[in-house]
């Protein structure tokens, strides 16, 4: 009888203690479940997880440990690979933006300003005119005879002295200056703060600078310059029709024209 009793209160210590374990194991396999919920909202927030599961826990709890960790980092390597794809779009982007603005204020022969650059800076210096009093001149330049070099020497040799006339009289010019293609084979030079002293300097170095070297097959090219100061009370296209009307005068009798014989530039230019 007392054998059997022994031996009921062993079982009985015995079930108590798994019990026990159970609770501890319950309580302990709960907070990793927790801690790993945790994790998954880490996640979900943007961070990477941090592993929770000891190297002696259950297997299964391991298991859902590394697949966490697996997925997360897949998560972020795909977030990285998305946000460099996106990187290298935006910088696309921002290039074909830069070569869609030089499309619409660059001449793609030449690589000046073209004529609506060069018009919206005159109407700007006009402004600047008139709200300072701030002085400036304006020559518009032609290449003779380009027509007959055109059609003598080809459309290849038409462009190639276009393109070297534009090299040197953008070469000649002041950085303060504005040089741009206007027309064909015509070039509009803006000079800011310039009086016509200073118009005539740079009007002498631009023919100067045109000729002095033989241009391919077109030899020696001469520019006819057309040059207006003092401008008052006039708009960017009165400005521009003024200018060319002494062209026109300079085309008809020598290389330079200005408005009136008795123009302070007519002792200083070239004849």
């Known amino acids: 009888m007392s054998g059997s009793l022994v031996i009921s209160g062993v079982a009985l210590l015995a079930v108590l203690a798994l019990a026990a374990w159970a609770r501890a194991a319950s309580r302990r ?3 990793l479940l927790h801690a790993l919920a945790e994790q998954v909202r880490r996640v ?4 990477l997880p941090q592993r929770v599961v000891p190297a002696q826990a259950a297997p299964g709890l391991r298991e859902i440990d590394e697949a966490l960790q697996r997925a997360a980092h897949a998560r972020f390597d795909a977030h990285a690979l998305l946000q460099q794809r996106l990187a290298l779009q935006t910088a696309a982007l921002a290039q074909a933006q830069v070569r869609i603005e030089a499309l619409e204020t660059r ?3 030449t690589g000046l300003p073209n004529r609506r650059s060069a018009e919206e800076r005159l109407q700007a210096e006009i402004l600047r005119h008139r709200r300072t009093g701030a002085t400036f001149s304006l020559i518009l330049a032609s290449i003779d005879r380009f027509r007959h070099l055109h059609d003598t020497l080809g459309p290849a040799e038409g462009d190639a002295v276009v393109q070297a006339v534009a090299a040197r009289l953008a070469n000649a010019c002041r950085c303060t200056d504005h040089v741009s293609r206007h027309d064909g084979d015509e070039f509009m030079v803006l000079l800011p703060d310039t009086l016509p002293a200073g118009a005539a300097v740079v009007a002498r170095k631009l ?3 045109t000729s002095a070297t033989p241009c391919r097959a077109a030899g020696t090219v001469t520019l006819s310059l057309g040059v207006l100061v003092n401008v008052e009370q006039v708009d960017a296209a009165q400005a521009l029709d003024a200018v060319r009307r002494s062209l026109h005068q300079a085309q008809r009798r020598t290389p330079v024209a200005m408005p009136g014989h008795d123009h302070p530039l007519a002792g200083l ?3």
């Open 29 to 31: 396999t709960g907070r």
């Open 44 to 47: 979900e927030q943007g961070d």
């Open 107 to 109: 001449d793609s022969l």
């Open 207 to 209: 023919l100067l600078a």
């Open 269 to 271: 230019l070239p004849a």
